[in-house]
């Protein structure tokens, strides 16, 4: 597992953990970005039983997700599961230094078995609890010396969960299920935009840039230095305006250069 997480760790991505087969697995911290996040995610035994244990992609980085119950299906974070099928069998465990608990072998309708951990406190799945009843469980997937165990957080039984029409609808739920998840989950980055405005410029610094491109005539009188947004200073590069200000205030112009940009003059207006 160490050698693999150092193999591909997307240098430059930090949000991408491992890269394992084309697959990006992403941090931890995003995994409330995941469409599995918070969800109930319906699923066969054999797809349950494919699942991988977080803590063989993050190591010890996925050690509180682990806790909490996550497990990695595809590169999908899957924390709470529901399956449906039949009990074969069951057994009360008791001991001294622990609250009693059933073992529930539960086979679905593929023919897959799964071993359930059941509080004996559940009284909904006391009534339930009979050999050949059809049950729907809710739970986590954990792991622990190389075993899996499915702790069930809620039970449901209903007899028309054994009929040929619940088996159908719930074989075309998890089929549907399989191929969402078959397709591995992108994360898209969110992109920055500045909000930054454009800079006040000094009006001498767009002289020298104006300089280049037409001759500016300015008021010999007029030396104080003012401050113009770059928005304001276009404005008088717009002839149309030059040309009737010229018109309504009697402004001086250079006529020797056609291309000068009009000043006012420090006539008052009539």
């Not at 200073?233 to 940009?261: F, H, Q, Y």
């Amino acid at each position: 597992m160490e050698h693999e997480l150092r193999a591909d760790t997307a240098p430059g991505e930090s949000h991408i953990a491992l890269r394992k087969g084309g697959v990006c697995y992403y941090s931890p911290s995003l995994f409330h970005m995941a469409p599995t996040h918070e969800r109930i995610v319906p699923l066969t035994i054999r797809d349950l039983l494919k699942s991988k244990c977080l803590l063989e992609f993050y190591g010890v980085t996925g050690l509180k997700k682990h806790a909490e119950g996550y497990i990695m299906v595809g590169n999908y974070p899957v924390q709470l599961v529901k399956i449906r099928g039949t009990v074969l069998l069951y057994h009360m465990m008791e001991y001294s230094s622990r609250p009693p608990f059933y073992l529930i072998s539960l086979e679905d309708y593929l023919g897959r078995k799964l071993m359930l951990t059941v509080k004996a406190n559940c009284s909904l799945f006391k009534l339930a609890l009979q050999e050949g009843n059809a049950l729907e469980v809710v739970g986590k997937l954990t792991f622990y010396s190389n075993a899996t165990t499915f702790l069930v957080d809620h039970v449901t039984s209903h007899r028309s969960f054994q009929t040929l029409e619940a088996e159908l609808d719930w074989l075309q739920t998890v089929f549907a299920a399989r191929k969402f998840l078959e397709k591995p989950w992108k994360y898209e980055a969110p992109q920055l935009i500045s909000t930054i405005g454009a800079p006040k410029v000094l009006l001498a610094d767009q002289r020298k840039s104006a300089e280049k491109q037409f001759i500016l005539i300015s008021d010999e009188d007029t030396d104080d230095e003012e401050y113009y947004t770059s928005h304001e200073i276009a404005a008088v590069d717009d002839s149309l305006w030059v040309e009737t200000a010229r018109k309504k205030r009697g402004e001086r112009r250079n006529v020797e250069d056609p291309g000068v940009v009009w000043v006012l003059s420090d006539e008052e207006e009539p």
